[in-house]
């Protein structure tokens, strides 16, 4: 791991000079680093970073910029992990919100290696003052495995790989999983995830992870965990097919927010449902036009074989609800329409908890784990008819497509207290700060936030 934290800063240690609007009187600086400054034209500008020599010229520390006064994100500090010499570092002063900056450090220091990519240099930085050292090592490691599970080729984490990283964490926090797969899914009444999974040489599967005590408040992440999706008979060009390996990153995402529940002894029943399958193309793969029931009796028409990871957790997000749990969450990259709306950064949620709603706005602002509310327009749910079953599985005009898909999971949730849908993006296309492109973590830790306040 390029960034490590240590919980006291080491003699040798460097200081990470933090600079807003360059103003270098704030910094901290002696006279001789000032003039260095001066003389480079370091201005302050939102990611800039300019080392500072010693009196024997080595590197004696580092001012980075955080820009003004507006808007400055606190994770911009990520932009360190991949200019700073190795060694000690640390905050000279304690940032405006030392979680946040030294969190953007560990996220920003990240690579995947799996494949013989070098990693850099080792940075070992001093928990700043104000810092929750636990949630650090939480957060990050939830991020990290989140990453390295959407950024694993389909080769190396189809459903068998998939399902041993749930069995993997479960074994780090003594919980429980059970799995349904195959023929097996049939007799267990979900249909849907084993028509969408049949046509594939690896079995689809239903991994049920189960964690906490019995009579604490339920807690059930459903996630998508499409390992490949060729958009079936109605096949992806190549282009849309060059990351399908993320069409798991829901699946990713709910095993990243458990790990952070577990790692937090959170007194919830824990329980994580992930549909395991692969969208593939053979003889017995479902069609254009077939009629599937599901797990909660309503028929489904297939207008696109491409809009298959609705149906997974259509079955899946039924099961959760027979048990009525306090706050069913699913997660999914789910649908193009939300990136054309919001971005890859900004993944919209939805749900008709109106305290919940404002619970997860709160949590993102603050948390800087960006999420945006989107409409549950109840006048879109008619455009999800069908003339020969009780609704189709896409809309017949392409028009607000993540929120028809939303709707649809909606008819499958009836008896939770409590439910939201996640349209997640999973990646970044290019390099950010806190997080270089690949696989990525997306509302987990203000989902965290708002359980642990809501029940922990």
Known sequence: MPVQLVAKKPRSSRPIH?????????????AAASSWAKAAGFKGE??????????????????????KADGRPAMATGA?????????????????????????MLLGG????????????????????????????????????????VNTPTNDMGPDELEA??????????????????????????????????????APRLVDLVWGPRGAPKVTLV??????????????PPSSMLHMKKDMGG??????????????????????????????ISGNAFRPGDVLRSRKGTTVEIGNTDAEGRLVLADALALADEEAP??????????????????????????????????????????????????????????????????????????AGSITAALFLRRFVERARSWAHFDIFAWNPTDRPHGPAGGEAQGIRALEQVIARRYG
């Open 326 to 399: 306090s706050l069913l969450v699913d997660m999914a990259t789910l649908t193009g329409a939300a990136r054309v709306a919001l971005g890859p950064e900004l993944p919209p949620f939805y749900t008709d908890d109106e305290a919940l709603a404002a619970e997860l706005a709160a949590a993102s602002a603050g948390l800087e784990d960006p999420l945006w509310r989107m409409p549950l327009w109840r006048p879109y749910d008619a455009k999800l008819s069908s003339k020969v079953a009780d609704m189709n599985n896409v809309t017949s005009d392409g028009f």
């Open 18 to 30: 933090l600079l807003a609007g360059g103003d270098l009187k704030g910094a901290g600086l002696d």
């Open 80 to 104: 360190l992990a991949k200019s700073l010499p190795d060694g000690d570092w640390h905050f000279a002063a304690a940032p405006e919100k030392p979680t946040l900056a030294a969190l953007g």
């Open 46 to 67: 939102a990611g800039q970073s300019l080392l500072l020599p010693g009196a024997g010229g080595e590197v004696a520390g580092v001012l980075f910029g955080i820009g």
């Open 110 to 149: 990240y690579m995947f290696t799996r494949y013989g990519k070098k990693p850099r240099a080792s940075i070992r930085l001093a928990v700043p003052s104000g810092a929750d050292a636990a949630y650090l090592a939480r957060a990050s490691e939830a991020a990290f495995l989140t990453r390295d599970l």
């Open 223 to 236: 996630g998508k965990g499409v390992c490949f999706d060729t958009g079936g008979l109605d096949i992806k």
């Open 165 to 202: 990283a749930v069995r993997a964490l479960a074994r780090s926090h003594k919980a429980k999983v059970s799995v349904t797969s195959g023929d097996d899914l049939l007799a267990a009444n979900l249909p849907m995830i084993h028509a969408v999974g049949r046509a594939s040489d690896k």
């Open 251 to 280: 699946a990713a995402n709910v095993l990243g927010l458990a790990s952070m529940i577990m790692a937090s002894g959170l007194k919830v029943r824990l329980r994580v449902l992930i549909p395991a399958v692969e969208n593939a």
